[in-house]
């Protein structure tokens, strides 16, 4: 079933590089690229987007994302950019849910339910973040707390936007500390949400999601990670801001 799954490496550079220093990193990145079957999404922050669209828009297996947009269509939400902006500009991904954004703008998951809607109206696909604390882990309610959160983002949407959406598990401990998920403890959690997504919809549906894995991901764990039957990839942090990191991950399928 892996097979027929799109297997994808996402890159979140979250706040980080200047303009010219993003062009930079994505002119490396399309010079070390080899072409392949693997979907690399590149996540800038929004300055960005207009920029890279135009770099990649010759590179079959690189995509745009963004890394946040608003739940409205528009209006007077200063400072905001709504998902209608960010596909004028050919993004065709967008980060939700991202724990940085739970953690430090107070996103929850009933909010990230709207903006997965208005990611949806817009044609874009979202990359729905999931993932526990680390006391949560250590009295062992991580399973119930991502089928809580999964719940409540995305069960209220059909099978037909369902298949739009990718998810992205990144245990909160994991993130930018350097201490990975174990394999094992990846694809435990990747085969409860297939089974979680099966039980709401069909089979077909669960077998055909991509699921990623996010959290301190680097060349050297990556094919270990990657080599889970229920792993698709990974949303990828502080590694996507080095070419030569970023491409080794893509490289480890
Ligand atoms: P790190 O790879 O830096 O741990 O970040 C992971 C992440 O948060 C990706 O969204």
Known sequence: MK????RIVAGNWKMNKTYEEGRALVKDIVGQLQPSEILVVLCPPFLHLNSISGQIKDVRSLKL???NCHQEGAGAYTGEVSAAMLQSVGVEYVIL????RREYFGETDELIAKKIDATLKEGLRPIYCCGEKLD???AGGHLDLVAAQIKTALFHLSAAD???VVIAYEPVWAIGTGKTATSQQAQEMHVHIRSLIASKYDQQVAGLTSI????SCNPSNAKELFSQPDVDGGLIGGASLKAGDFVAIVNSF
């Open 3 to 6: 097979m027929s799954r799109q």
């Open 65 to 67: 994302g963004a890394q």
């Open 97 to 100: 849910g991202h724990s940085e």
């Open 136 to 138: 949560v882990r250590e």
């Open 162 to 164: 369902f298949e739009k």
């Open 212 to 215: 990623l894995y996010g959290g």
